[in-house]
């Protein structure tokens, strides 16, 4: 088509919705910029983004929701019975080929400041290994001990794929086989200055950002590992992020409980450690599996103990979760509803200076995976331990920094090898 037709097109769009600005800088762009501007305004659904906008203060509803407790099974309590029952199923599944791993490794990772991908980031401490070279080692192991394949979808960004791609490839894929490790980009939505505009990036075309975690249902379906999946003969999935070397991502109990309670996920958790751990905590919605962020819950609930004595809300959503391929399926048939979270975004103002803001300045919007639990009629929770299965890497220093984590990582090699 036509330049000119597609920018008056273009500009019909962006004045129905009073989005006009987005063209400010389009004359100071090159072909290849002002095309992939062009592009972006045809594919950005405005309507969603100005209903993102109108709802992007909206809170939950509490009075017309009924939060309980969730039931859970303590992997390390379970009867031996209990437990060979669980690992016979579940085994057999992952010998058959049957399941696959998910690495979420789409987000920023500002807290933590590193400019590479996260899954980069080496260990330390006479550790000669990245995030991505751990959970490989996980995987590899497993292919070995159940003598089977496991194909490993890794969720990137825009931003990050390229540079993740070029490591496994520096790295020759960790020995993995290559038809075996997939890379997937997420989806973006654009930010929103505080009066709902759109903005321009560094490069002048429209600033977007990464759909968050829960994008990961629809990036998997859209780039057609839904369907990898299945050809492939796939039944369970099991989904983390890229920031917890010891997810347990390959896991037969996790299976052989979700087949035994009939559920078509299972989420693990570890115990929160006081009630004010800052965490979201599964739970019941209305009936349905929900996680209830900390911020949400009251003091009542987060102290509540059950007749154990132990926190009745105590059950830590550690962003390790197994689906299977049916539930992966609807879920990616649904949009997730989006979180908003006010940010400090660089952009470039309409005389094309680069502006760098002190103070936040532009929503952000995000799905979270947790929010698909909802759709789900029930799920089964599996408490693992904490020292074994989760050594998060979040910030650069202090809690979940790379010391913590390198410090339970080397702790739980020392325990494997003894
Ligand atoms: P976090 O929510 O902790 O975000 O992601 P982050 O990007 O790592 O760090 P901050 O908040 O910017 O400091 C938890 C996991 O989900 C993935 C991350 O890569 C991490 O493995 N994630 C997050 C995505 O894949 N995409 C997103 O859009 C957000």
Request: net charge neutral; with cysteine.
């Amino acid at each position: 088509m036509d330049n000119d037709i597609e920018y008056n097109e273009a500009l019909k769009k962006l004045k129905t919705y009073g989005q006009e600005q987005v063209l400010d800088r389009y004359n100071f762009l090159d072909d290849n910029k002002k095309q992939k501007l062009i592009k972006q305004i045809k594919n950005i659904d405005f309507d969603q983004i100005q209903e993102l906008f109108i709802e992007k203060d909206k809170k939950i509803d509490d009075k017309a929701c009924k939060i309980t407790n969730i039931e859970y099974v303590d992997k390390s309590k379970l009867s031996k019975e209990e437990y060979e029952r669980y690992n016979e199923i579940g085994t057999k599944i992952i010998q058959e080929g049957k399941y696959a791993v998910v690495t979420m490794a789409g987000g920023q990772g500002t807290r933590l400041g590193y400019v590479a991908p996260k899954g980069t980031f080496k260990i330390g401490g006479g550790i000669d290994k990245s995030l991505f070279e751990a959970l490989s080692d996980t995987i590899k192991e497993a292919r070995e001990k159940y003598n089977t394949s496991i194909p490993w979808y890794i969720m990137t960004s825009r931003e990050n794929n390229n540079a993740t791609e070029k490591f496994f490839e520096k790295n020759d894929f960790f020995n993995l086989p290559y038809e075996d490790v997939k890379f997937f980009k997420q989806g973006e939505l654009p930010m929103l200055d505080t009066n709902g505009k759109l903005m321009l990036d560094e490069t002048g075309i429209i600033k977007l950002a990464a759909d968050g975690h829960g994008g990961v249902f629809e990036a998997l379906s859209k780039n057609g590992y839904i369907e990898d999946m299945k050809k492939r003969n796939i039944e369970w999935i099991f989904i983390s992020g890229v920031d917890n070397v010891l997810a347990g991502l390959v896991d037969p109990i996790a299976v052989g409980l979700s087949v035994v309670n009939n559920t078509l996920a299972t989420g693990k958790s570890v115990v929160k450690r006081n009630p004010s751990e800052k965490v979201g905590v599964f739970c019941k919605k209305n009936g349905r599996p929900y996680v209830i962020e900390y911020t949400e819950i009251t003091d009542d609930m987060a102290n509540a103990k059950d007749k154990n004595g132990e926190l009745l809300y105590g059950e830590s959503h550690i962003l390790t979760n197994l689906f299977n391929i049916k539930a992966l399926e609807d879920i990616s048939k649904n949009k997730l509803p989006y979180h908003s979270a006010f940010k400090k975004a660089k952009y470039m103002d309409k005389n094309g200076e680069i502006i760098k803001p002190e103070k936040p300045n532009a929503y952000k919007f995000e799905a979270f995976i947790f929010d698909a639990f909802e759709s789900l009629d029930d799920m089964s929770i599996l408490r693992v331990k904490r020292e074994d299965e989760f050594a998060p890497l979040k910030n650069a220093e202090g809690e979940d920094s790379p010391d913590t984590a390198r410090q339970l990582y080397i702790n739980y090699i020392n325990r494997k090898n003894k």
